[in-house]
């Protein structure tokens, strides 16, 4: 069905005609309607997206763009799901770049916050030029993350980049050649891994059901009949 | 219909909040519960729905567009079948979202080889979107019992016993595995694992990431993968199963998308897992669902032979976004309405109890829009308010901040401040909640066949609870991979041939069908093909 919901509603549908804007596409001027996305705009003008495309909701990172407003002289980033077509503007997708990615297993590191200069060296590289913090479509605070990342802060860097979708927007931009959504990536992990605290209770817990605690009671509900199967997920008070 | 303006409409939201803030909404009674259902929720609309021809479920009913791709015909001929195979591996996974990844990495560990392929990037999936959180009984007040019985009864009581024990008792072992491989679940002062609430349960047992809980768990498992000796093709979606003649799943044919040729490959083991499949747009609904999101392990399954389970029920998130236009379908978690958002009508009364189960939550929003009580947005379509606000009012200011960032960067983007104003909600397409029918294993009908996460069907019954997905398919995911890697290290390569294919065209053509369309689908179609208007 292609009537459906992902592109534009039809005049027929809102009883209005839209207004229209000109954008260049990948190099090529169209007009399209105004209000639609970057991915919307793409399927208007018969691009088939295999990649820059992804869960069209902000939060996978696979749609990356680069374009420019008449007037301005920056390039601006975003997301092709997540920005509206206006008046003018310029856009290409950039659906991957490359990325030198450390290989590690995280349960092999043994002192992760010195590893880290053996694995991303030219994480000590930053010149402070605020780049990423332009370009991320996320607003997180890239720069001091990495700053983080090097003083052994993982914590710190955790906080500051729990949003990063992975777009690698930002390792375009980084005049030090370092890929900083990667950086955070590896702190993110060891963090989680090596540094956070032991979570008490799951472990009582994960001790408890391979003691059998609850395996009775549950083999109990897998034979009660449906009547009083009810009553007992009724009495659950809520 | 009355035609007032939003802005007339969120006026009276804003002007009855402060009587709604602490009003109680009973529970709908059992009786009144159905009725509702029957009358007005997706799964319950004859006309939706017609019988199956063929097939193992033959006579079985699901919506037509899971019909149409259960009677729909193979790309593949006889001729795309390589005699020398592409790939040759041990265990094939096809799909690389969270149940994808974490069968490989299991499979992995256990000492097979392991080709991992999926249709678009690694990590492309439901998975990713996934905000609310994962359900586990971690609290000492909680427990597997409870989680068991708020489980069964979100699902109607009809949720598979046996899936439903193994989800709630691995629950706490699968997140120390996810621990052990860096996620950071939000904690509590004493670092314990924090909880939260969620619709229809007895107590709160969301583990979260903030809300970004999927994102988190994803970007996880992916970089875990990446860094193992797992073989991975992106872009390369399966198109067909291959058997040995006699029942035995041996290997897929997959298709590279870039330049659309066929690439066989040889398997003594295969995971399906694919997702689900809201892209079908089932009866014309929105999806909150991932772009590569249109059921594709269940065509490939059935013609090979696997029965499926509970096809003919999918759950409606109550609350999608229907406004801005570009935001239409995006969920809006489920974990705000929880934390006291209400739902509000054109009115600006209150309608349901908003903790009550999806699918009469769902039905009741609907309800309001049938019966003239929903609002009108300027590109037509119909819903009702989620009244955001109200979180910070009830928990104090700043929580929608702390709780809720990306809610509050999606609608951002579009000069909507959630903290001030009421949000346009429409229930939409969100899981599928049966699939292909699993044991406790992952294993199919079909020997050699394993499927996991959402391409599978039993545990969920006729609706899943919120958080119950994500705890899927770490579980599931990995006692797939652990089955799948001891059924293919016991047993040695069959031959890989399309014998059922041309079985199943046989029945097609017994049953009538004539012209069936091909599935999978794999993408959805949404190129304009007119000409487009060009200037230069």
Redesign the interface.
Known sequence: ?????????SPQ????MPG?V?VEVMG?????PE???VI?AL?????????G????????G?CGMVYRMPGRFELLNGLG????VRDGMWFSMVANYPAA?A?????DLTNAKEQLFELYPESARCVNCNACNRVCP??IDVRSSIWYAVFGDFQKV?DLT?????CGLCITRCVADMPPNLIG?YA???????Y???????????AD?AEGR??D???Q??TLD?AE??A???A??? | MATDSLTESRERVDASRAARKGQTVALFPPAEKEVLLQKYHPDYKAEAYRALRIGPNAGQKTVH?VADLLEGDSPVAQADLKSVPDYTTDLLIIGGGGAGCTAALTARAAGVKVLLATK??L??S?T??AEGGMQV????GD????H???T??GGH?AND??LL?VL???G??A??WL??????FD?DDD???RVRSGGAT?TPRLLT??D?T???LM??LK??L???DVQVVE?APAVELLSDGAGRCTGAILKN?DNNRFMTVHAKAVIVATGGSGR??IQ?????N??GATGDALPIAYRLGAELAFIDTFQYHPTGAIY???M????VTEAIRAAGAQLVNRLGERFVNE?DTRDVVAAAIIRECVEGRGVIT????RGVWLDAPLVDLVNGEGTLDTRF??MR??FS??DIDIRAESVLIHPTLHYQNGGVKIGVNGDSTVAGLFVAGEASGGLHGRNRLMGNSLLDIIVFGRRAGQAAAAYAASTTQGPATLDHVAHFRDALRQAGITAPSASPRL???????EE?????
């Open positions: 069905m292609t009537t459906d919901h992902a592109i534009i509603p549908e809102t009883g209005q229209f000109t090529k001027k169209y007009r399209v209000g639609i996305t919307q399927w208007y003008t018969g691009h088939e997206m295999i990649r495309i992804g869960c069209l909701g902000g939060t996978c696979a799901c997540q920005t509206t990615q290989q590690y297993r995280v349960s996320q607003g955790a729990m949003s990063c979708n992975m990536l993110r992990r060891a963090q989680g891994a090596l956070a605290p032991q979570a008490e209770e799951l472990g009582r817990r994960i059901v609850f395996r009671e549950l083999d509900l897998l449906p199967l009810k007992r997920a009724a659950l008070s809520r | 567009e678009l990037r990590g492309d439901n990713v979107m009984a971690v609290k000492p427990s597997p019992v409870r068991f019985l708020d069964i009864k009581f016993r046996e024990k709630v008792e691995e706490p072992s997140t120390q621990l052990s491989l860096g996620v950071l904690r670092g314990n694992l007895s990431c903030k970004y999927g994102l988190e970007r996880v970089d875990a990446i860094n193992e872009f998308l079908l747009h014309g609904f929105p999806t909150s991932h772009f801005p236009e570009p239409a379908g995006l969920l903790t300027p590109s037509g379509r960032p990306n960067k999606l983007r579009y993408i959805p179609d949404y190129v304009r093909r487009a208007t060009t200037r230069s």
